[in-house]
């Protein structure tokens, strides 16, 4: 792998690759071309070459790619190779609904724990996992090893819940409050602002010219 910084678009796109590839092992494919792939995924064969070419190719010419092979180097790539743990912080609609969407264990990001500071959530269970008080999180978090915590709460009390769970350990944030978090060098947040994504889809609807257009980043 190059040891130059790899550009945000690239990263991603990672995942759509990972996908489409998951697809592809499902159907029984065992090679591919980048222009194949490119059919696929509606993106340039160029894009596709160099943007695997940042990690290496994995490409042979005259052969074009192993889909099993680039599938598992692409996991390396994005680290999910290995299993995370994870706790959601935020037993409301949402976060139930992240608890019990199985597939995110499929990818190794395995829900430990669920807290609230509600009393009416704390005590019930979500896809087998009791919701604990939000107090019982630091020594939770030392005892499961956990990599990451969802937020999925006000963003009213998200600086201070956040601040909590990086003080007890937790070095990565998916951010689904409705606010940006200002943390640490060492704490790496991703946030998910699901209205602006629905004001980008309004953004095309309203500028769209007869065709459907998609906007992709990079």
Same mark, same amino acid.
């Given at each position: 792998?190059?040891?130059?910084?790899?550009?945000?678009?690239?990263?991603?796109?990672?995942?759509?690759?990972?996908?489409?590839?998951?697809?592809?092992?499902?159907?029984?494919?065992?090679?591919?071309?980048?222009?194949?792939?490119?059919?696929?995924?509606?993106?340039?064969?160029?894009?596709?070459?160099?943007?695997?070419?940042?990690?290496?190719?994995?490409?042979?010419?005259?052969?074009?790619?192993?889909?099993?092979?680039?599938?598992?180097?692409?996991?390396?790539?994005?680290?999910?190779?290995?299993?995370?743990?994870?706790?959601?912080?935020?037993?409301?609609?949402?976060?139930?609904?992240?608890?019990?969407?199985?597939?995110?264990?499929?990818?190794?990001?395995?829900?430990?724990?669920?807290?609230?500071? #509600?009393?009416?959530?704390?005590?019930?269970?979500?896809?087998?996992?009791?919701?604990?008080?939000?107090?019982?999180?630091?020594?939770?978090?030392?005892?499961?090893?956990?990599?990451?915590?969802?937020?999925?709460?006000?963003?009213?009390?998200?600086?201070?819940?956040?601040?909590?769970?990086?003080?007890?350990?937790?070095?990565?944030?998916?951010?689904?409050?409705?606010?940006?978090?200002?943390?640490?060098?060492?704490?790496?947040?991703?946030?998910?602002?699901?209205?602006?994504?629905?004001?980008?889809?309004?953004?095309?609807?309203?500028?769209? #010219?007869?065709?459907?257009?998609?906007?992709?980043?990079?």
């Amino acid at each position: 792998m190059s040891d130059r910084e790899i550009s945000t678009a690239v990263i991603r796109r990672l995942p759509r690759y990972y996908r489409y590839l998951e697809e592809l092992i499902d159907s029984g494919v065992e090679r591919i071309s980048s222009n194949e792939l490119s059919e696929r995924m509606k993106v340039t064969a160029s894009q596709i070459r160099q943007d695997l070419n940042n990690f290496g190719g994995f490409g042979q010419q005259g052969y074009g790619y192993n889909v099993k092979y680039l599938h598992s180097e692409i996991a390396k790539i994005l680290g999910i190779d290995k299993n995370h743990n994870m706790i959601i912080v935020g037993a409301g609609n949402l976060g139930q609904a992240i608890a019990n969407y199985s597939a995110f264990e499929k990818r190794g990001f395995v829900v430990k724990g669920i807290f609230d500071i #509600n009393p009416k959530l704390v005590g019930m269970t979500v896809r087998g996992i009791e919701v604990m008080n939000l107090e019982d999180m630091p020594e939770f978090v030392k005892r499961e090893n956990i990599d990451i915590a969802a937020l999925t709460i006000p963003k009213t009390s998200a600086p201070e819940v956040a601040a909590e769970v990086a003080a007890a350990g937790v070095k990565a944030i998916w951010n689904f409050a409705h606010t940006d978090l200002n943390m640490p060098e060492d704490v790496v947040v991703e946030n998910v602002h699901l209205s602006e994504s629905l004001m980008r889809l309004s953004y095309n609807i309203a500028n769209k #010219n007869g065709k459907t257009r998609n906007i992709q980043e990079g």
